[in-house]
T-cell receptor, first 108, second 114 residues
């Protein structure tokens, strides 16, 4: 099955700093998504980004499907950005395969 | 907005008890999912359902069963709770199973089995 790997596993930032999170996937896919899980456990979809670049406020994502990776950029980070960021792809058996996540802590 | 609700945020049960976790979605989604989340292990799929009364095993179905009698409701059942089932349980729903479809998650139930 598809393997999804994320790096780094943990990241600590000072408020205002920028960061890049990476997601690698093992097979050709065209349906990569990014999620954020807040410190209280709620998971929310951030982007559906099968290829190209999308931006939403201070967050943007780029997927290069031919090279099997996606990047999530967080600019001018805020404490509310803290939590865990997951990337995920649908596999051929109709399951959404999640990476292991990047845990982000933004300090004031 | 899609809303997925779970019956409890926190639950404490004793070993051997039968435990019901309830999930309700309000967007007429065909598909519903149960995951458990443990530190270092990410999200692992327990079961999903693609229609009323239909279910498919996920990656870790042992020790769990599910029920979907109505489209909007998907229940996870722990027949005889054990301490290794202490975890965060997340329910999700989606309109489809691929492509542009995304999953909408409930707030989670943090279950402790003593």
């Amino acid at each position: 099955g598809i393997q999804v790997e994320q790096s780094p596993p943990d990241l600590i930032l000072q408020e205002g700093a920028n960061s890049t999170l990476r997601c690698n996937f093992s097979d050709s896919v065209n349906n990569l998504q990014w999620f954020h899980q807040n410190p209280w456990g709620q998971l929310i979809n951030l982007f559906y980004i099968p290829s190209g670049t999308k931006q939403n406020g201070r967050l943007s994502a780029t997927t290069v499907a031919t090279e099997r990776y996606s990047l999530l950029y967080i600019s001018s980070s805020q404490t509310t950005d803290s939590g865990v960021y997951f990337c995920a792809v649908w596999d051929s058996s109709y399951k959404l395969i999640f990476g292991s996540g990047t845990r982000l802590l933004v300090r004031p | 907005d899609v809303k997925v609700t779970q019956s409890s945020r926190y639950l404490v049960k004793r070993t051997g008890e039968k435990v019901f976790l309830e999930c309700v979605q309000d967007m007429d989604h065909e598909n519903m999912f149960w995951y458990r989340q443990d530190p270092g292990l990410g999200l692992r799929l327990i079961y999903f359902s693609y229609d009323v009364k239909m279910k498919e095993k996920g990656d870790i179905p042992e020790g769990y069963s599910v029920s979907r009698e109505k489209k909007e409701r998907f229940s996870l059942i722990l027949e005889s709770a054990s301490t290794n089932q202490t975890s965060m349980y997340l329910c999700a729903s989606s309109l489809g199973l691929g492509g542009t479809d995304t999953q909408y998650f409930g707030p989670g139930t943090r279950l402790t089995v003593l």
